[in-house]
């Protein structure tokens, strides 16, 4: 089991619509990270957040630090969301090292 | 800011032969992480610098990667010789030392190796 999974891996909306991409993770972090990439690209990071519920924009991202999930929203998604969204945590015992999800490829279609 | 600069953005070798990344950071920011992204995958971390000091590299194959970080500031990575399986994406990322900073990410570098 990888420390920490997305869910869905893949997800196919219609422009406007609302979207949530999961994240759950298994250790104590000190923070977890929302990336975006697009297809040939580097790595943009959207938020870092330890507790709550950060915005930004159409985005959204919170965290239940109880229950080691966050999730990633976008409201009104347009086809320029198109792109994967990766989950990662830094966890408490590794200093700055972050571990990874696999990330969710979204598509939005006009 | 400038962001992460690295080069060359795309690299086409042929297997044994060597190879070398490079990475500008943002001025600034002591810690300097070199990934690897195998498509579909998420990062891979390679090694971590603090400043020039490399203070994880667990994860790196050092019988044939090296990396780098003279000063503190530039940092190299290099493979040789190049295997098949080394074909991905290599990405710099950098962030203010502690545990809760932002990375800034690179475009990265595509290797392919044929």
């Known amino acids: 089991k990888n420390e920490v999974e997305q869910s869905p891996q893949n997800l196919t909306a219609q422009e406007g619509e609302f979207i949530t991409i999961n994240c759950s993770y298994s250790?104590?972090?000190?923070?977890l990270h929302w990336l975006q990439q697009h297809p040939g690209g580097g790595i943009v990071s959207l938020f870092m957040?330890?507790?709550g519920k950060k915005k930004h924009g159409r985005l959204i991202a919170t965290i239940n630090i109880q229950e080691k999930h966050s999730s990633l929203h976008i409201t009104a998604s347009h086809p320029r969301d198109s792109a994967v969204y990766i989950c990662?945590?830094?966890?408490?015992?590794?200093?700055?090292?972050?571990?990874f999800g696999e990330g969710t490829q979204l598509t939005v279609n006009p | 800011e400038a962001g992460v600069v690295q080069s060359p953005r795309y690299k086409i070798i042929e297997k044994k032969q060597p190879v070398a990344f490079w990475c500008n950071p943002i001025?600034?920011?002591?810690?300097l992480y070199w990934y690897r992204q195998n498509l579909g995958q998420g990062p891979e971390l390679l090694i971590r610098?603090?400043?020039?000091?490399?203070?994880?590299d667990s994860q790196l194959p050092k019988d044939r990667f090296s990396a780098e970080r003279l000063k503190g500031v530039d940092s190299t990575l290099k493979i040789q010789p190049a295997e098949l399986g080394d074909s991905a994406v290599y990405l710099c990322?950098?962030?203010?030392?502690?545990?809760?900073?932002?990375?800034?990410f690179g475009n990265g570098t595509r290797l392919t190796v044929t």
């Open positions: 990662a945590v830094g966890q408490e015992t590794s200093g700055s090292r972050l571990t």
């Open positions: 990322a950098s962030s203010r030392t502690g545990k809760i900073s932002p990375l800034h």
């Open positions: 957040l330890s507790s």
């Open positions: 610098y603090e400043n020039e000091e490399a203070v994880d």
């Open positions: 250790v104590g972090i000190s923070a």
């Open positions: 001025s600034g920011h002591n810690t």
